[in-house]
């Protein structure tokens, strides 16, 4: 697996290889030759100290695709004068594993220790992951593992434990200029693009620098003679990346999240962008309606009610029209949302409701609110003293609906924002009333 991305010239004594992509003819042969990953490689980044002190931990390298993590794999080894064994956990199993063991055991004797580079090491299942442990315990191998992956989701918790996770950035666009810079001397010719369309470029890399670079290779190869490629040249030639989303992911729940914070901080462009991301990504639409419909009752709730029965329009408008015609209909609901008073009023009184119900256990209703079909329940006092509000004269009783024994309790306490203003004013008359009707209000004079 190649990764990033240095000075064209190859290894001493080593020429180009047949059909050798440009990628890895320019694969970095030091650690201060990797892009964008200064913090750390850097002489007072973690790695880099480890490098000049000669020192390696066993480590867990995370990053997007294309942001080096094999060449700094393969940099440590050379930096620390390790033997360099690469491993992918796609086409490797249990056997696999004991060979390699077995040979970084008998290195060890002769005064040699091994670099184990496990590319992929998520798709190690739980046993195999923990098959390294002895081997990472007792210094036979030093584990360089690679994941796009969160490894705190797929990583074994002993394993995690005994290894450093050190993570990787996606390279940004003057890294990616960087390796465009370098793919031109490599080449010894100027990459045969506008300014326009090598910004374009960059952005079609999606911040994968072996990407660009097998984008730049092809642009080499195939542009025509003559005035550089613009932008609409340039699309003709090489194909946009697919973006780097998995459904079932990290990547899925950080967008997902995305798309909340930026609805409950008001902001609903950065909220279109997101879902914009995610449907581009080839998220099922339907999923989103449900969490934006969720958003519209935790976040929004009576500050909005309209923002709930649009969630649900939203719904049954894309169940009827489907892609891309519905997709317009997300648009609109999250704007909707975005720009919608917020109050998770409702939420709170909720779960303060339910922690209340389970504290106070099995409490009766109090007897004028039970109804009385039989004259035994009349009896002993089935509905007995209940007052109908509706005779009332301000369609009000104010009685006692708490269980007998627990006091009164107020767990909706609405926000002044949006409609739950009114429904403050609402509740500030009937409290006035409840304690008319106790005869708790002061005399006409009092404060």
Same mark, same amino acid.
């Given at each position: 697996?190649?990764?990033?991305?240095? /000075?064209?010239?190859?290894?001493?004594?080593? %020429?180009?290889?047949?059909?050798? /992509? =440009?990628?890895?003819?320019?694969?970095?042969?030091?650690?201060?030759?990797?892009?964008?990953?200064?913090?750390?490689?850097?002489?007072?980044?973690?790695?880099?100290?480890?490098?000049?002190?000669? *020192?390696?931990?066993?480590?867990?390298?995370?990053?997007?695709?294309?942001?080096?993590?094999?060449?700094?794999?393969?940099?440590?080894?050379?930096?620390?004068? =390790?033997?360099?064994?690469?491993?992918?956990?796609?086409?490797?199993?249990?056997a696999d594993l004991r060979?390699?063991?077995?040979?970084?055991?008998?290195?060890?004797?002769?005064?040699?220790?091994?670099?184990?580079?496990?590319?992929?090491?998520?798709?190690?299942?739980?046993?195999?992951?923990?098959?390294? =442990?002895? &081997?990472?315990?007792?210094?036979?191998?030093?584990?360089?593992?690679?994941?796009?992956?969160?490894?705190?989701?797929?990583?074994?918790?002993?394993?995690?434990?005994?290894?450093?996770?050190?993570?990787?950035?996606?390279?940004?666009?003057?890294?990616?200029?960087?390796?465009?810079?370098?793919?031109?001397?490599?080449? @010894?010719?100027?990459?045969?693009?506008?300014?326009?369309? *090598?910004?374009?470029? *960059?952005?079609?890399?999606? %911040?994968?620098?072996?990407?660009?670079?097998?984008?730049?290779?092809?642009?080499?190869?195939?542009?025509?003679?003559? #005035?550089? =490629?613009?932008?609409?040249?340039?699309?003709?030639?090489?194909q946009r990346r697919a973006?780097?989303?998995?459904?079932?992911?990290?990547?899925? +729940?950080?967008?997902?999240?995305?798309?909340?914070?930026?609805?409950?901080?008001?902001?609903?462009?950065?909220?279109?962008?997101?879902?914009?991301?995610?449907?581009?990504?080839?998220?099922?639409? $339907?999923?989103?309606?449900?969490?934006?419909?969720?958003?519209? #009752?935790?976040?929004?709730?009576?500050?909005?009610?309209?923002?709930?029965?649009?969630? $649900?329009?939203?719904?049954?408008? +894309?169940?009827?029209?489907?892609?891309?015609?519905?997709?317009? #209909?997300? #648009?609109?609901?999250?704007?909707?949302?975005?720009?919608?008073?917020?109050?998770?009023?409702? +939420?709170?009184?909720?779960?303060?409701?339910?922690?209340?119900?389970?504290?106070?256990?099995?409490?009766?209703?109090?007897?004028?609110?039970?109804?009385?079909?039989?004259?035994?329940?009349?009896?002993?006092? &089935?509905?007995?003293?209940?007052?109908?509000?509706?005779? @009332?004269? !301000?369609?009000?009783?104010?009685?006692?609906?708490?269980?007998?024994?627990? !006091?009164?309790?107020?767990?909706?306490?609405?926000?002044?924002?949006?409609? !739950?203003? @009114?429904?403050?004013? *609402?509740?500030?008359?009937?409290?006035?009333?409840?304690?008319?009707?106790?005869?708790?209000?002061? @005399?006409?004079?009092?404060?």
């Amino acid at each position: 697996m190649s990764d990033l991305f240095g /000075p064209a010239e190859p290894p001493p004594g080593k %020429g180009p290889k047949v059909n050798q /992509p =440009l990628a890895d003819r320019l694969r970095p042969q030091t650690l201060a030759e990797v892009v964008g990953q200064d913090h750390l490689l850097g002489p007072e980044g973690p790695l880099g100290r480890m490098v000049a002190a000669k *020192r390696l931990s066993s480590m867990v390298l995370w990053g997007p695709p294309g942001c080096g993590k094999t060449t700094i794999a393969r940099l440590l080894a050379k930096g620390t004068d =390790l033997a360099f064994q690469p491993l992918s956990a796609v086409f490797s199993g249990v056997a696999d594993l004991r060979k390699i063991f077995d040979a970084a055991q008998k290195r060890r004797q002769m005064g040699q220790g091994t670099l184990l580079f496990v590319d992929e090491i998520h798709r190690f299942n739980r046993s195999q992951q923990d098959g390294f =442990l002895p &081997y990472v315990e007792d210094g036979t191998i030093i584990l360089v593992g690679a994941t796009t992956e969160n490894p705190s989701f797929e990583l074994n918790a002993a394993l995690l434990s005994r290894c450093q996770v050190f993570v990787l950035r996606r390279l940004d666009d003057a890294a990616l200029d960087k390796l465009l810079t370098r793919a031109e001397s490599g080449m @010894e010719r100027p990459l045969p693009v506008t300014d326009d369309a *090598r910004a374009s470029l *960059r952005a079609m890399a999606d %911040g994968d620098g072996r990407h660009i670079l097998s984008l730049a290779e092809e642009l080499f190869n195939l542009a025509p003679p003559g #005035a550089p =490629l613009d932008t609409a040249g340039m699309l003709k030639l090489v194909q946009r990346r697919a973006p780097v989303y998995d459904k079932d992911r990290e990547g899925h +729940y950080n967008l997902i999240s995305a798309v909340h914070k930026s609805l409950r901080g008001s902001d609903p462009d950065a909220a279109l962008y997101w879902v914009s991301r995610m449907l581009d990504g080839g998220e099922d639409p $339907i999923y989103l309606l449900r969490r934006l419909t969720r958003f519209a #009752a935790e976040d929004i709730g009576m500050a909005d009610p309209q923002a709930l029965q649009t969630a $649900i329009a939203t719904w049954e408008t +894309y169940d009827r029209l489907g892609s891309p015609e519905g997709d317009l #209909a997300i #648009a609109m609901l999250v704007i909707y949302l975005g720009t919608a008073p917020k109050s998770n009023a409702a +939420y709170v009184a909720h779960g303060e409701a339910k922690a209340a119900a389970k504290t106070t256990g099995s409490l009766a209703p109090p007897m004028h609110i039970l109804n009385a079909p039989t004259r035994l329940m009349k009896d002993i006092g &089935y509905g007995k003293g209940y007052a109908y509000d509706h005779y @009332e004269a !301000e369609g009000f009783s104010g009685k006692n609906y708490f269980p007998d024994g627990m !006091e009164r309790q107020q767990f909706y306490r609405p926000v002044e924002r949006g409609f !739950e203003r @009114e429904i403050n004013k *609402r509740l500030a008359y009937w409290q006035r009333l409840r304690e008319k009707k106790a005869g708790n209000l002061p @005399e006409d004079g009092e404060p």
